[in-house]
Every structure is written in C-alpha cells, then in structure tokens.
C-alpha cells in the first residue's frame, strides 16, 4: 500500500462543531484528493489539490473546506458539522492527474 | 453533468460461478478505472483501460472497454470468496476529475 495515513480514524461530534481531518502522504504524490463515501452513491469527489496551496472543488464541495501548505499534508475542515455530513471521508494521492488514485484507510465520521 | 452509472448494485453467488458488473457513461471518456473495495477497507485500484474495445485480463478477471467509449465491464470467472467486496468504476472525460460509478456489491457464498 501507498503511504497514505488518515487521522483520526473515528470521530463523533456534535452539530455545529468544527471538524478538521487530516490526510498525509510519504510518497511525495502531486495531486492529494477527498472523497466521501455513502450508500447508494459510491465515492464522491469534495476537493481536490494540484500542489502546495493549489486546489478546486470537486462535485460536493459545499460545506467543507481545504489547506495544503506542504506537499505531504492535505487538510478538511468542516467548519460547522452537520449531521448530513456523517459519513466516510477517504483521502487519495497520485503522482500525476490521469494516473491511477491510492486511497488511505478511511475515516469514520458521525455528527449527532 | 458527466454521470456513470453501475449495475447491478448487488450481486450474490455461488462459489464457482461467474459475476459480471457494467459501467455506462453519459459522455465519452478519455479512461476509464476499476477500484475494489472490500468490507471495511478502501478502494484499491485494479486497472486502467484507454483505448476503444481495450480487453486486459488479471487471472480470472477480465475488463472490457467498449467500442464508444462510453461503456465497460468487469467480468469474473469462477468466483472465490476472496473476490467479496464492491467493485467500483470510475470515468474521467479529458482532463475533467474522474466520477466514480455507485459500485457493484459481490457477495460469494461457499
């Protein structure tokens, strides 16, 4: 597997909380991506980054936002969790755009 | 939107026999992806196919690009219970972001 680690792995929080997730890689990929994942509607693209302090929206961006101030980290906020926001968030990198994606392990999210 | 479609959303089996899962595009795609997710895991990825009617093969599983573009599949043969999982495509037209399909759910029974 890439060197790709997610932390934390499991959270519970509150309505209206912040929430920070952080993905990081060793493999000194380009492009760093976040997905969500829920039943019924497979992965779902939320933002993605191109390079330090480079990023754009993906298809279910509202809600959420990015940092990347190194190449190896790539940050989510959710700057005030909604329970439509409970879900599975997987990180993912690749070395150039039209390559092949490595996903980490996934974190865990439920907002109550 | 640029949208792909996946079917069957399930699909049980019995061990041995072979499992099939379709991809369908709105738009032409540049290439096209196949990620397997087993329980509780994430998504690995497979293969990449990119030209038109492309056939690649990995052991018993082999995929398929269709002539448009537009389409793909994954076919399996004799299933194992190591194949459990959801198998995913995913399209990319040009340069866009690539859309993954809903997935497909593959359970084997022994």
């Known amino acids: 597997d890439a060197g790709i680690t997610q932390s934390p792995r499991h959270k519970v929080t509150e309505t209206g909380t912040p929430v920070t997730l952080r993905c990081h890689q060793t493999?000194?990929?380009?492009?760093m991506y976040w997905y969500r994942q829920d039943p019924g509607h497979g992965l779902r693209l939320i933002h993605y980054?191109?390079?330090?302090?480079?990023?754009d929206k993906g298809e279910v961006s509202d809600g959420y936002s990015v940092s990347r101030s190194k190449t190896e980290d790539f940050l989510l906020t959710l700057e005030s969790a909604t329970s439509s926001q409970t879900s599975v968030y997987f990180c993912?990198?690749?070395?150039?755009?039209?390559?092949?994606?490595?996903f980490g392990p996934g974190t865990r999210l439920l907002v109550l | 939107g640029q949208q792909v479609m996946q079917i069957p959303q399930y699909q049980h089996v019995q061990e041995g026999e072979d499992f099939t899962t379709y991809c369908n595009s709105s738009?032409?795609?540049?290439?096209i992806q196949w990620y397997k997710q087993r329980p509780g895991g994430h998504p690995v990825f497979l293969i990449q196919?990119?030209?038109?009617?492309e056939v690649k093969k990995q052991k018993r599983l082999t995929f398929q690009f269709g002539e448009a573009k537009k389409n793909s599949s994954l076919h399996i043969t004799a299933t194992q219970t190591t194949d459990v999982g959801t198998y995913f495509c995913?399209?990319?037209?040009?340069?866009?972001?690539?859309?993954f399909g809903t997935g497909t759910r593959l359970q084997v029974f022994p």
């Open positions: 993912a990198i690749s070395e150039e755009r039209p390559e092949d994606q490595y």
């Open positions: 493999e000194n990929h380009r492009y």
């Open positions: 980054s191109y390079g330090v302090k480079d990023t």
């Open positions: 738009t032409t795609l540049s290439n």
């Open positions: 196919l990119v030209k038109s009617g």
């Open positions: 995913a399209g990319r037209r040009n340069t866009d972001k690539l859309i």
